[in-house]
């Protein structure tokens, strides 16, 4: 069974950081490019980074480009998001997933919260 588990998320004033981590489990984590992804209310879930199954190659989507950076320790399990100079507009809950999603894996998410 395909699992992933987010945490990291919380309430930040405009200007902050921080690093969201997502735990991998039921699949073999270096095979799979992982994507990060948010959901905002009222809109669809979207694709904000990836990064592919070695994490060499690392991409952000251009209204988080320079601000978002996806990374990942296969030993872990683990890929993470560290995201700088947060804007209120990143208000969301984040998820992971493989990239592309595998389906019906989706986690809870975790809150990220951006206001002063």
């Known amino acids: 069974q395909v699992q992933f588990v987010e945490s990291g998320g919380g309430l930040v004033q405009p200007g902050g950081s921080l690093r969201l981590s997502c735990v991998a489990s039921?699949?073999?984590?270096?095979?799979?490019?992982m994507g990060w992804y948010r959901q905002a209310p009222g809109k669809q879930r979207e694709l904000v980074a990836d990064?592919?199954?070695?994490?060499?190659?690392?991409n952000a989507v251009d209204s988080v480009k320079d601000r978002f950076t996806a990374f990942r320790d296969n030993a872990k399990n683990t890929v993470y998001l560290q995201m700088n100079s947060l804007k209120p507009e990143d208000t969301a809950v984040y998820y992971c997933?493989?990239?592309?999603?595998?389906?019906?894996?989706w986690g809870q998410g975790t809150q990220v919260t951006v206001s002063s």
């Open positions: 039921g699949i073999i984590f270096r095979f799979y490019a």
């Open positions: 997933n493989t990239q592309p999603p595998t389906r019906g894996s």
């Open positions: 990064i592919s199954s070695s994490g060499g190659s690392a």
